[in-house]
């Protein structure tokens, strides 16, 4: 989702179950994991039960996928499935450390330029025929081909050599990616990456099958999968999708039979709460009003895990007022995030800047705006609004639909309103809001954001790249762009936080965003499943070839 790397991006709509439209996916804490839990919570790790029991169907429920094609893959509800379906060249465990996938061994230049991977022997895919190395070419070179979506991998590949003429249509062929022989492929970069292995873990970049993709076309394959992965695509209709376990895959079968995924109701409201409590769910991320609750039932286990995450308050900067960077600041020093994260302190933690706790380069000396409405108040009446006069309401699109994320909209409009600034809500489904932000027409949004890989570029790339993919701000600077090449070009780990720090306050300096909070993921498990090993990077990340029932009392 990258996961959602994202993505995996999530959409607020509820505190600790936010909806996510990824890139955004990622995420390097060793400890971070064991550390994070209180008196009374459980820390996600595996229980010693026994050896694993075979059978049952694990059933959750999620929003509705728009597309089952990892190259497109823009939102959590996609990553969940995709990554039981695909696999990668590498993965990424639950600290985050770069483990073998598909690849079972690589080797890297002295130069950091030149990796050489090689693939497992005798890997299938889920129709029969073999994995070799021109998948894995033609995966990387269709995410950069001329004329297609982009995804939130595209911008990561762009330092393979090749990779800008190629995108843009001046030249034929992708010469930085090449199969050496059947089973060993060769990526070359213009210039060396320190994260370029977490890359390669990202959802985007989950191995396809040439053959299946030409002969579905790229709109069949969106609902036709074809992978590798553990489990396999078996139904998908308007109200669930049903994945079943795959006998030959190459790393054993999974100890489950499937995984049956709900499709929640526009008007549901609780995540799936209420058929969580009714027996028909045996995984949930729950609202946070719902926490003491589960916490308090012998029959469910709830994990608290620290989260690669940002929720903000997002501002287009392309149109009046919010193109005028004082007017944006304003807004800014308006909003309470103190007494915002206090609103749900199980899962919120007040953010002073946009990088997470846990992510390289984070710091937690406060770098933004803080909390000032004097300040904001000087800075409407330099803008030319004193008072807030003559200045017309900021239109904030929103899916909020729980009374957490109720909430968090009502304080936003609350506090803006005290220094004279009006907001006209714009209700909207999940699907229009997703449109909104692309075609760039919320003027203001709610949104929350989990990394896809462990590199700050999981955050300030992919959000604040000039035209990229998740550039939902219409946010230029060139400053900010020299810090990101930067960046990315620096090998020494000390040199390259300083400056990504530098670019993360000139960002903050522009306000094309307002951080709010980070959150703590949550999800609540039935007693009897075993093997569920959250992460911070969401649920959507997590591979359940792995899972099982410790009881026949399996869901079906």
Known sequence: MSGESALRVLIESTPGAVRVLVPGLLVALCGMLSGCAGPGEAVARVRNDGPPSRGGILRLANESPRSLDPSIVDSVYESLPVNQIFDSLVGLDPSLNVVPGLASTWTLSRDGRTYTFHLRPSVRFHDGEPLTANDVVFTITRVLAPGRERGVAFSYLTGIVGANDYAGGLRDNLPGVRAIDPLTVRIELDRPYLSFLEVLAMDGLLIVPRHAVEAFGEDGFEKSPVGTGPFRLARWDDDHMHLEANPDYFAGPPHLDGITIRFLDEDEFDSGTARFDRGELDVLQPISEDLPRLAEDPTVRVYRHQQLSLSFLGLLTGAPPLDDARVRLAIA????????????????????????????????????????????????????????????????????????????????????????????????????????????????????????????????????????????????????????????????????????????????????????????????????????????????????????????????
Not at 361 to 369: E, I, K, Q
Not at 511 to 533: F, K, S
């Open 333 to 556: 020093c308006a909003i309470d995030r103190e007494s915002m994260a206090a609103q749900s302190p199980a899962v919120r933690r007040s953010a002073a800047g946009i990088l997470p706790p846990g992510m390289p380069s984070y710091s937690p000396r406060t770098r933004g705006p803080g909390f000032d409405p004097e300040r904001s108040r000087k800075l409407l009446m330099e803008a030319g609004y004193p008072g807030g006069q003559g200045l017309r309401p900021v239109r904030l699109v929103t899916t909020a639909r729980s009374a957490a994320a109720l909430a968090v909209v009502e304080q936003v409009r609350a506090d803006l309103k005290e220094v004279g600034i009006d907001l006209k809500l714009e209700d909207v489904s999940w699907g229009e809001f997703s449109e909104r932000l692309e075609d760039h027409s919320a003027p203001a949004f709610l949104l929350a954001w989990i990394a896809d890989l462990p590199d700050p570029d999981a955050f300030l790339r992919t959000l604040f790249e000039s035209g990229g993919s998740a550039n939902y701000f219409d946010f230029h600077d060139a400053q900010t762009w020299t810090h990101l090449e930067r960046g990315a070009r620096e090998l020494n780990p000390v040199e390259r936080a300083k400056i990504y720090r530098q670019a993360e306050e000139r960002i903050l300096e522009l306000a094309p965003l307002v951080p709010l909070y980070h959150t703590m993921g949550v999800v609540a498990i039935r007693e009897n499943v075993r093997g569920l090993e959250p992460g911070p990077m969401g649920l959507a990340s997590v591979n359940f070839e792995r899972v099982w029932f410790a009881d026949s009392g399996a869901g079906s």
